[in-house]
């Protein structure tokens, strides 16, 4: 963990995410961005830990993100969305960070057409949470407030 008295968690969401609630429900559900980062505020303050919450449909940004938490986080919480099947970069990225990460995806990528089945992310990634809805974001926060306390004890 960094010098802070709490630990700090990035969430980062990759394209498409923003058009959340009218973008195809019956597979990403009903909720907007907007509500999910309403929900892992809500959930980081009862696990007293920092959580910022960033979205683009640019990749250069998320790598940019990514660069920053590597000095700034002590976690990251990352849907790379369509990037999670197309991006050695961000995965690069994430492996350079040193950070735990734990890779989240809103729906149960196995489920759906074959080539989102393959994750750059995944083998850069602690854990990885799909299929759960918005549930996996607070999943992934929880999981990474018990590895930042393993750390530091």
């Known amino acids: 963990m960094s010098n802070r008295t709490k630990p700090s968690v990035w969430v980062l969401n990759g394209p498409n995410l923003n058009l959340l609630g009218t973008r195809e429900p019956a597979v990403y559900g009903a909720q907007t961005l ?8 809500n959930v980081a303050q009862g696990l007293e830990m920092d959580v910022r919450i960033f979205q683009s449909n ?10 920053a938490a590597r000095l700034e986080a002590d976690g990251i919480v990352i849907n790379p969305a369509a990037y ?12 350079a960070s040193d950070l ?15 080539f ?4 750059y992310v995944s083998p850069v990634a602690k854990c990885v949470i799909c ?5 996996g974001y607070e999943y992934g926060l929880r999981y990474l407030a018990k590895h930042a306390a393993r750390r530091e004890g």
């Open 100 to 114: 735990p990460i734990v890779e989240v995806h809103l729906s149960n990528v196995h489920q759906r057409e074959v």
């Open 131 to 135: 299929g759960c809805g918005s549930d």
């Open 116 to 119: 989102r089945h393959r994750s």
């Open 58 to 67: 640019a990749e250069h940004q998320l790598i940019d993100w990514i660069h």
């Open 34 to 41: 907007a509500d999910i980062e309403a929900k892992c505020r």
């Open 84 to 95: 999670t099947h197309t991006s050695v970069a961000i995965a690069d990225a994430l492996r």
